[in-house]
């Protein structure tokens, strides 16, 4: 192609006018300010150097117990599949002995036999789920709450393989058609990706406390392990608490009183 | 040397059209399980991986066994081996391409596959095991071609490729080693938990492999003017034998510590697996069926007058394949899952669209080996005339 002087000019002078508009849109996206404040913590959010959680279950009855399974679920979009081979669940309820297996006996204590107890995601301190995942779509935070990015999971399950709790789901299909109601508040899933309990990291960040403890009459604590004046530290002080498979060393941070 | 899978005869076309077909099918049973996920297959939340998993880890042990022609030709000096490595190595490319295959139809989000490579996690056995199959793929397809090249001009080989052929030969194992590394590394599965899964896979692959070899190599020999050589087969034969025997001990070392143990959450799944639990038992008799003839075939192969004949040496390759990929293909992935962590039974058995997905990928896998076997024995040919 042939330019003459004139049309060169003129391209070059349109480019340098669209350059420096870019170019001041950079130092204005750079400078500090607005766009910082938007993505650093607000002040108003909880923070803590190891999240945790105790669940009382002496204060736990199954009416309470289902309504922090639903609140959960409804806030987080979980779909209801109904199909217990394809389920996707964040919370919910096992028997004693299926929550913890290695510790069937024959004498249980009545009040325990057969007794549902609440599960989760037990965000462990040494996650297995987090060491196998091959694009760290998932990852543990600083605060210790093991978080899923359900945008880079490439939906190979290895964490599930991985997960010694059965505490992930996977969306074996859409699972948009089976969320009742949604909540615009928080996103939907598409099929193909791993999901699991966030310990509420998006309300944490608001600085309200996870969903199901607030349901949950004082039958889920939850708080900073750190702290020694937390609510978890004096509650696993002044009771025995157990938690599931810890001789696999993934060290847990849900703490059950039974 | 390409243009020598486009010349053949019809039976050679019969064989590729009919591969093209299934892998067709597969193909488009493939396009909706895009659609729709994962759900069409088997597969739940608690046996969350099945048929593709356990054909790839089955298939990792096929590539990984090519060192065996490969190791005697270069490192000892074998020579009759020189004839036959080129069905190793091509071997290798074909069982590599359907591992990746595989592992690709098993994704949820098979679109975001690259993020493996984008934010590479030098934690994860998944990234490892990427890495070695791929290197291992090239390695083969480089060093195949090349000698195969040479052998058409009567040359010796160039330089360079002989690095290439020594670092294939630990690197073969390896890749198996790091496949069976995918599993035993997970603290809550005890059927994988033990450091036997990877001396395990590498028995049941120097057995399988090298018995498809011989078959393969019959069937050479049977079509084509070709002959991979009779003593070239005796002494794979040897290999098979004595891999399928180390095998079945490898697999009798870890029944005596699991039951002898008692721990549960070991003994569970071979307790689902080989007799069922509370009338739960779908593979109890194909679990059956592989170790009874995993045994057998030992002892047959294990007669020198049953394993010179090369009839009855087919029928005990066969068995060693069969069985090998029961225990492999079926039962080492579904059984890690079964018991789930909640100490319950949920069965998994592959569904009509996952087999036929499995099938294609499988068609795939032998469309390439027709193709790359058509080309070495045309130039193997070529050279005789």
Redesign the interface.
């Known amino acids: 192609m042939d330019i003459n002087r004139r049309e060169f000019l003129k391209i070059t002078g349109a480019s340098t006018i669209v350059g420096l508009l870019g170019g001041w849109k950079a130092v204005e996206l750079l400078a500090p300010g607005e766009l910082e404040a938007k993505y650093l913590p607000k002040t108003e959010a909880l923070t803590a150097k190891r999240w945790a959680m105790v669940v009382d279950n002496k204060k736990m009855d199954e009416k309470t117990a289902k309504k922090c399974i639903e609140i959960c679920h409804r806030i987080h979009n979980v779909p209801d599949i109904g199909d ?4 996707i669940k964040w919370i919910w309820l ?1 028997p004693f ?3 913890f ?2 510790q ?1 006996q024959e004498h249980t204590a009545e009040r325990l036999n057969g007794k549902p107890l609440i599960v989760l995601c037990n965000h462990c301190d040494n996650p ?1 789920c987090v ?7 998932t990852w543990k935070r600083e605060d210790g709450i093991v978080m899923m990015d359900q945008h ?7 964490c ?7 505490s992930r ?6 699972p948009r058609p089976f969320i009742k109601k949604k909540n615009p508040e928080y996103p939907t899933r ?5 999901e699991k309990c966030d310990f509420c990291a998006e309300r944490l960040a608001k600085g309200l406390i996870p969903a199901c403890v607030e349901v949950s009459n004082g039958a889920l604590v939850f708080g900073d392990l750190a702290d020694p004046k937390s609510d978890v530290r004096k509650t696993l002080r002044t009771h025995y608490s157990i938690r599931r ?1 810890p001789h ?3 060290n847990p941070q849900v703490y059950y009183i039974v | 040397m390409f243009e020598k899978a486009l010349i053949g005869d019809r039976r050679y076309w019969g064989l590729i059209i009919a591969l093209l077909a299934i892998i067709g099918v597969g193909f488009i049973i493939y396009l909706w399980q895009l659609k729709v996920g994962l759900k069409i297959t088997g597969m739940s939340r608690d046996v969350s991986w099945g048929f593709y998993i356990a054909q790839f880890t089955y298939l990792v042990g096929i590539a990984a066994s090519a060192v065996m022609v490969v190791l005697p030709y270069y490192l000892h000096d074998y020579k009759a081996f020189g004839r036959i490595t080129i069905l190793g190595e091509f071997l290798a490319v074909s069982a590599v391409t359907m591992c990746a295959l595989f592992i690709f139809v098993d994704l949820g989000k098979p679109v975001r596959v690259f993020n493996v490579l984008l934010h590479p996690t030098l934690n994860s056995v998944m990234f490892w095991d990427m890495i070695v199959l791929n290197v291992y793929l090239l390695l083969n397809v480089v060093i195949g071609w090349t000698v195969l090249e040479a052998e058409r001009n009567a040359a010796p080989p160039p330089k360079w490729v002989k690095p290439l052929i020594y670092l294939s030969i630990p690197w073969a194992p390896t890749i198996h080693i790091v496949t069976a590394f995918l599993y035993s590394g997970l603290p809550g599965r005890g059927f994988w938990l033990t450091a036997i899964m990877a001396p395990r896979f590498l028995s049941s692959a120097f057995a399988s492999g090298p018995a498809l070899l011989i078959l393969l190599a019959l069937i050479i020999r049977k079509f084509t003017k070709f002959d991979p050589g009779r003593e070239q087969i005796q002494t794979l034969a040897k290999i098979v034998t004595y891999c399928i025997i180390i095998n079945v001990l490898f697999f009798l070392f870890e029944v005596f510590t699991v039951f002898y143990s008692q721990i549960p959450e070991h003994m569970h799944h071979f307790e689902y697996l080989f007799f069922g639990i509370e009338g739960h038992g779908k593979l109890v008799p194909l679990m059956w069926v592989s170790f009874i003839g995993m045994v057998v075939a030992s002892i047959i192969l294990v007669i020198p007058r049953i394993r010179r004949d090369e009839t009855t040496l087919a029928i005990g390759c066969a068995l060693v394949i069969i069985t090998t990929w029961l225990d492999k293909g079926l039962g080492l992935i579904t059984g890690g899952f079964i018991p789930n962590p909640f100490d319950r039974i949920t069965e998994y058995w592959p569904t009509a669209p996952e087999a036929l997905i499995t099938l294609g990928v499988w068609a795939m896998g032998f469309f390439i080996l027709s193709i790359l076997y058509k080309i070495a024995i045309s130039i193997k040919e070529e050279v005789i005339d």
């Not at chain 1, 060491?131 to 779509?137: D, E, I, M, N, S």
């Open positions: 217990p081979k394809r389920e096992e002995e299926n929550a297996p290695g069937r297995p060491r196998v995942c091959p694009t760290k779509a880079r999971c490439i939906g190979c399950r290895f599930m393989a991985a997960c010694p709790f059965g789901s996977f969306n074996w299909g859409d598409e099929k193909g990706v791993v498979k696999l060393g993934t």
